[in-house]
């Protein structure tokens, strides 16, 4: 039994762990940050308008 859920575990962690998952996250939080920035901009009414939340392409 420890054998197998051991196995699962690492079976999910080689799953989970590739690198265009954690590109994607990074790209996802990076614009998510862009976004609350540009809110609280407008909000204080600061802030240049430009928009830059281009996410790059690998």
């Known amino acids: 039994m420890k054998l197998t859920s051991c196995a699962l575990f690492a079976l999910a962690a080689l799953i989970t762990s590739s690198c265009n998952t954690f590109i994607g996250v990074g790209r ?31």
């Open 28 to 58: 996802d939080m990076r614009i998510a940050g862009e976004g609350m920035e540009k809110v609280a901009n407008k909000a204080s009414g600061g802030g240049s308008g430009d928009d830059v939340s281009g996410a790059p392409v690998y």
